[in-house]
């Protein structure tokens, strides 16, 4: 069965707003209406996952530790109905529980206390690199294509053995400079400016393993066997095979 690509939500969607502390949804929800952010809120985490499936939210502010179900199962469920973007805002802040918050598919995370004009960057700045264009450098009827795996950055989509991948808009960026860079290693510092842009927020130094990670298993990509991304020890990635770039058949 072909798996197809979420679309981005609209961009007049809600944020969601999910936490079981009232003050903390109405300071959220204060600032994010201030930038002409329309916002829903949910205090719980079976509701969060009943407003994501109805409002389709451009991105999720979320809460870990909340009654009914918790935030990471949150996130997983989230992630199984598509690529919605979410912030994680925790009390929960220690280094193990953000990398973990990573790994499960969030796409920043925030311990509380929080300042709330930073969660304001951190939400503009998640929405500008997921809504905007993937990839500008590619000629626009360019393909990517190593062995089985072909890569079309201008249509958002991905095809592994005829068989097309829903990765989220970060992991397409991360998968297109790894192809893009003809073979040569890049360091996590350089993927991090690929796929999240230079200078946008705190991201943890680590956090492009933990993408890797979750590329490399939507690909059937063993990292003992890379056959698409390699590991370099002491620097960072590069694609573990040859890469074509190939006109795109119309």
């Not at 004009?117 to 905007?132: F, G, K, P, W």
């Not at 626009?140 to 592994?160: I, W």
Request: aromatic content about 4%; cysteine-free; overall charge negative.
């Amino acid at each position: 069965m072909t798996t197809m690509m979420t679309l981005v939500a609209a961009p007049n969607a809600p944020i969601l707003v999910v936490d079981d502390d009232p003050k903390i949804v109405t300071l959220v929800r204060t600032y994010l209406e201030r930038e002409r952010y329309p916002v829903v809120t949910a205090a719980d985490g079976k509701s969060a996952l009943r407003a994501i499936e109805e409002h389709q939210p451009r991105l999720v502010v979320l809460d870990l530790m909340l009654p009914e179900l918790d935030g990471l199962s949150v996130i997983r469920r989230a992630r199984a109905l598509g690529e919605t973007p979410i912030l994680v805002l925790s009390a929960r802040g220690s280094t193990g529980d953000r990398i973990l918050g990573l790994s499960e598919g969030a796409d920043d995370y925030l311990p509380k206390p929080f300042s709330p004009a930073e969660l304001v960057v951190r939400v503009r700045t998640i929405l500008r690199r997921t809504e905007r264009p993937v990839i500008e450098a590619l000629h626009a009827d360019e393909q990517l294509v190593s062995g089985d795996l072909v890569v079309d950055p201008r249509r958002h989509e991905v095809y592994l053995a005829g068989r097309q991948i829903a990765l989220s808009a970060l992991e397409l960026r991360l998968l297109v400079a790894l192809l893009d860079a003809d073979g040569r290693a890049l360091t996590r510092d350089q993927l991090l400016d690929a796929i999240h842009g230079t200078g946008e927020g705190d991201v943890l130094d680590r956090a492009i393993d933990v993408y890797v990670k979750r590329l490399r298993e939507k690909l059937d990509d063993d990292p003992a066997e890379p056959r698409f991304v390699a590991t370099v020890r002491g620097v960072g990635y590069r694609a573990a095979g040859p890469v074509e770039r190939r006109a795109r058949v119309r």
